[in-house]
């Protein structure tokens, strides 16, 4: 008896362990044209929960320890670049540099994809494991 508990309760506990973790990553475009340098952050769309992201560098990023489920993707990029944010301490504070109108290191910052841009703070599935997921910005509705 004492045989078969062993591994029953091994397999509980290795049931919970990362097995859940996703890691996302693709190619951040807008009007066509790769984003130099920014962040791509995931929020849950319920509000619960860490927020993830990282740093766009020449058009991509990688984010892993994305927890899966249904997620807000938000695309922020001015003309800097910044560490990985992995924390929703660093997605916080990240996103606060970025609003400002200097950067951190004081150098001017100009926006590269608008807020509002068609695309951004768009709703997704993530699943566990690894999925790649491009994100094609447009300029906002009424913008020339």
Not at 30 to 35: A, D, S
Not at 45 to 74: E, L
Not at 86 to 108: F, H, N, P
Request: some cysteine; glycine content about 14%.
């Amino acid at each position: 008896m004492r045989h078969l508990i062993v591994p029953a309760v091994l397999g509980l506990l290795s049931a919970g362990c990362g097995g859940d973790a996703a890691s996302v990553s693709g190619v951040v475009s807008y009007e066509g044209q790769p984003v130099p340098n920014g962040y791509v952050t995931f929020a849950p769309a319920d509000g619960k929960g860490p927020m993830v992201g990282g740093a766009v560098t020449n058009g991509r990023y990688a984010v892993a320890n994305v927890p899966p489920g249904p997620k807000v993707v938000k695309v922020e990029a001015s003309s800097g670049a910044g560490p990985s944010v992995q924390t929703s301490e660093d997605a916080a504070r990240v996103s606060k540099e970025l609003k400002g109108k200097y950067g951190a290191d004081g150098i001017i910052r100009t926006e590269t994809v608008p807020p509002d841009a068609a695309g951004n703070n768009q709703s997704v599935e993530v699943k566990a494991g690894s999925q790649t997921l491009d994100l094609a910005l447009k300029k906002p509705a009424g913008r020339k």
